[in-house]
């Protein structure tokens, strides 16, 4: 029999009560989302659970409530207005435990949907740009239903999948979502001109992505002999690998290879991935392991928050009770750079949001979550500099804190800051 049918027979085979794993990323395979939308008058109380994905969700909208219910690993920008705690709600978990969360049963998967290049002549074909925790949904879960796409690319690493894992094929060609590098300001621009000078020649860097990343990634190309271990990367490490500041040389793990869980960018970044022996990816639980990551020397891991206490606590996935993202990797990397050998890690945010709301706070909102402990928190850089708190009292690290913030929010911290202690 056939495994190839088209995208409404393939989500036929998901039936009511189910859960139903939905590839995240630029790998969202948004032929088959669309055709589940076509099975609502049959499906009842289905859950779909994923990382952030691509397109507009659709299905998280209140009138397929019925038919559908969302468990968010991550919350992307096309979740934060549905989430509502109930029908369309945050599971917290760090990134590194995901795949076990799927192996073990505890999240038993049903269905796997997931978007894969075409098979090579061996009848291998690619997660492509995300590894991540899809090795572990198609590993675990009972019936796997592929989106066969041209132009996804084939990435080194352990994200081959046989085509006999694959129960049904869907051949659906679509240029892959893409997500272009946004023009950093003065603000941004400034962190990375401090970041850079923190980081140290053979240093192995982690980062995300967004403007903060990319204005400290463009300061590093005077660097030499960088490495490479993240949970994902995007278009501003690419003029890094081009010019040889990155060259993974000095690093213990997987030397001369870029390592990574996901990608996520533009088609030029796509490009420079496929078939590359210097790219590779893998399953998020061996590349966010804690003594995976500290293997490797001067772990350089650059993290950004939405605000800070002047204790040093930081939330990273939540303005209050209302959570806009995730705990994903942080800790995973700032645990993982604290016990390498020369290891930094790094919070880097400007001092107020684009809105103009101070960041650096005398305490979180209420319901804000705790991402990073203040006892795990080395680094802070905003636009007004760097500071280590490590070894510092709570007095000490309030003062440094201070310092680095937005000067016209200075005076009335310190005035908080000497309320909070009298």
């Known amino acids: 029999m056939s495994k190839l049918c088209a995208a409404d027979e393939a989500v036929n085979h998901i039936n009511s009560n189910q859960r139903v794993f939905v590839h995240g990323g630029a790998a969202t395979p948004l032929a088959l989302v669309d055709a589940l939308l076509g099975e ?14 691509s397109g507009d969700a659709a299905y998280a909208r209140p009138e397929y409530a019925r038919s559908f219910r969302v468990a968010n690993l991550f919350v992307g920008h096309n979740m934060r207005g549905q989430l509502d705690g109930d029908r369309v709600d945050y599971l917290p978990c760090f990134l590194s435990e995901i795949p076990q969360l799927f192996r073990s049963g505890r999240r038993a998967l049903d269905i796997a949907l997931v978007q894969v290049s075409p098979p090579d002549k061996r009848g291998y074909c690619s997660l492509g740009v995300s590894v991540d925790v899809a ?71 982690q980062m995300g992505i967004g403007a903060v990343p990319d204005a400290v990634l463009a300061s590093l190309t005077s660097h030499r ?36 869980g996901f990608v996520v960018g533009t088609k030029r970044l796509y490009e420079f991935i496929d078939d590359n022996p210097r790219v590779t990816q893998y399953d998020i639980g061996y590349v966010n392991r804690v003594n995976v990551i500290n293997r490797n020397p001067k772990v350089t891991a650059i993290n950004s928050a939405i605000e800070i206490d002047l ?21 995973d990397f700032i645990r993982g750079a604290l016990t390498s050998e020369g290891g930094k890690p790094i919070i880097a945010l400007t001092s107020r949001s684009a809105k103009g709301v101070p960041r650096i706070v005398p305490a979180l909102r209420a319901g804000a979550g705790v991402v990073t402990t203040r006892a795990h928190v080395r680094f802070v850089i905003t636009e007004n500099g760097a500071v280590d708190l490590y070894g510092k009292t709570l007095n000490e690290r309030a003062q440094l804190l201070i310092s680095i913030a937005h000067p016209d929010d200075q005076e009335a911290l310190e005035r908080a800051w000497h309320e909070t202690r009298a």
């Open 225 to 260: 002999h960088l490495g490479v271990h993240t949970e994902m990367w995007s278009d501003g490490l690419l003029p890094l690998l081009e010019c040889g500041a990155v060259d993974n040389s000095r690093k213990v793990v997987h030397p001369g290879r870029t390592v990574s």
């Open 135 to 205: 090795r572990a949904a198609v590993d675990s879960a009972k019936v796997v239903i592929a989106q066969v796409n041209r132009h996804m690319p084939r990435v080194h690493g352990d994200g081959f999948v046989h085509i006999d894992e694959l129960d049904w094929l869907v051949e659906h060609d679509a240029p892959l979502p893409e997500s272009p590098p946004a023009p950093a300001s003065d603000e941004e621009r400034a962190i990375g001109h401090h970041a850079a000078q923190l980081i140290e020649d053979g240093a192995t860097l």
């Open 40 to 53: 609502t008058s049959r499906l009842r109380d289905v859950e779909l659970i994923h990382l952030h994905t």
């Open 311 to 331: 204790t040093g606590q930081v939330c990273a996935d939540s303005i209050g009770h209302r959570v806009i993202s995730g705990v994903g990797g942080q800790m």
